[in-house]
């Protein structure tokens, strides 16, 4: 497995990797939670918000970068962040790693990958978010296995 900056010519993988990877999240945990209404609200249009998303993670003039992990010549998984220099802070603002790769070290590598990215680029505190639901949970024990700490937030919506 290789990590490698992001290209152009990726977005097209990488859009089909996140639909592939946060459609669960989405239509059989979030919509069934919040119902159709707030799930239309907040994210009737999840596919193109990652479209937007993916297209600008590239854009070194806003601190941002990203990276991908291939696998025998396949993108298996994509990480990007930002960094704010003249706050020493950084953010992982996404990854996805492809159902059929999971469970081999993808996630920690392309983490660690962001990390001294991040570092490098004079980050000195790393923030990272993710679901507190069961969807996540494989996520969230990345995060506290890399040394990350969780901070409890609570977000509630309501349709009105």
Do not use: C
Not at 21 to 27: D, K, L, N, Q, R
Not at 30 to 40: E, H, I, K, N
Not at 53 to 71: F, I, K, Q, T, W
């Amino acid at each position: 497995m290789d990590i490698r900056p992001l290209t152009p010519r990726d977005l097209p993988v990488l859009l089909d990797l996140a639909i592939e990877t946060f459609g669960p999240f989405y239509e059989d945990s979030y919509r069934p939670l919040v119902g159709d209404t707030v799930f239309r609200n907040r994210h009737g249009e999840w596919r193109e918000d990652y479209r937007r998303h993916l297209a600008a993670l590239d854009n070194p003039e806003a601190g941002r970068s990203a990276a991908v992990a291939e696998d025998g010549g396949s993108i298996v998984g994509f990480i990007g962040w930002v960094v704010q220099p003249d706050q020493a802070h950084g953010e992982i603002d996404i990854i996805a790693v492809s159902p059929s790769a999971r469970r081999r070290g993808i996630g920690k590598a392309l983490v660690e990958h962001a990390v001294a990215q991040l570092k490098d680029s004079g980050a000195r505190v790393i923030s990272i978010g993710t679901g507190g639901d069961d969807f996540h949970a494989a996520a969230r024990a990345l995060y506290e296995a890399l040394g990350f700490t969780p901070f409890p937030i609570v977000n509630y919506t309501k349709a009105v």
